[in-house]
């Protein structure tokens, strides 16, 4: 249930809100296609982010030796220096991209991150096809709009497969995103352990900041307190647990409560309804009756009320 509980959450990153987070491509991508005398040694001023397609590519990174197969992905942080080469008798193509990923275009995201160099990427059957148009399609010489959104889940899937944690040496602590920074990091630590009834508390503490002031800052730009928004994750799983099929009272255990009517209570607070109205939204969406009803009618079958009644 883990592994399930992880998929529904949306990633290491999914969190953030979306504005803050700068991707800049910084050259078109690199249709890799090496023969067996393919040989490079270099190093780059941005990440570099490799995916293997067919055949194998060998590489030389700090004293290791790495192999990378299709379905593989590993990154290059800036100023890593390498070395690669093809001892195959198969050529060696893949796709590689040079980038950059900052937070307000200030912090380097990347750099926050512990990542695993290399991974075999757990989607692979969706991004098999997505990376083989991405690389057939990319111009020669230039970036697309397409391929900015198209890499965007591309390296999305790369960081929530290779993620080992949020790096605790701290940036600098006196602008607005750093704070902001600081916050979106302690939203996604509690997000991706809501079950750990003491997450909150630890994220507070971690942060660089007073622990007050930090309270407070996390409570201004999410709305909501540390607990609080841990209390959302909660419900949140609870509730895609039950779109897919788990019983009100299944998902409530699930998620951490043993006492359903304060399960029912949380989740009313959350979502703005009981969890079985809910489910009769869920319902009647699926069938299309909402569409032709208006809210007052909408209202009345969600809630058992016929329309202007008390």
Known sequence: MAKKMDEIEGGILGRF?????SLVLTRSAIKMQHSSSWRIEKENPVEDLLIALDGRGSYLIEGERLTLDP??????????????????????????????????????????MDLARKVRLSRWDVLEPMIRH????????????????????????????AFLGWRKDSVAMDSSAAIDLAVMKAASRI????????????????A??????????????????????????????????MEAGMTVSAAAVEVGFADPYYFSRCFKRV????????????ALSRDGQLLGMDEPEQEAALTGNRPGGG
């Not at 690669?84 to 995201?109: I, K, M, R, Y």
């Not at 997000?191 to 971690?206: G, M, N, R, T």
């Open 17 to 21: 809100p979306p504005g803050a987070l």
């Open 71 to 112: 379905g593989e992905a590993m990154l290059l942080p800036r100023g890593t220096r390498f070395l690669g080469w093809n001892d195959g008798p198969e050529g060696f193509l893949g796709v590689a991209q040079h980038f950059t990923l900052s937070v307000h275009g200030e912090h380097d995201l990347i750099a926050q």
């Open 134 to 161: 991405y690389r057939q399609s990319a111009p020669p010489s230039s970036v697309t709009l397409a391929q900015h959104h198209l890499f965007m889940v591309m390296l999305l899937s790369f960081i929530d497969d």
């Open 191 to 206: 997000s991706a352990a809501p079950l750990d009834d003491d997450i909150a508390q630890q994220a507070v503490e971690e």
């Open 208 to 241: 660089p900041y007073n622990p007050d002031y930090f309270h407070r800052a996390f409570r201004d730009r999410t709305g909501r307190t540390p607990r609080q928004y841990q209390e959302f994750c909660r419900i949140e799983r609870a509730t895609h647990l």
């Open 271 to 282: 979502q703005g309804l009981s969890p079985r109205a809910h489910m009769r939204r869920v």
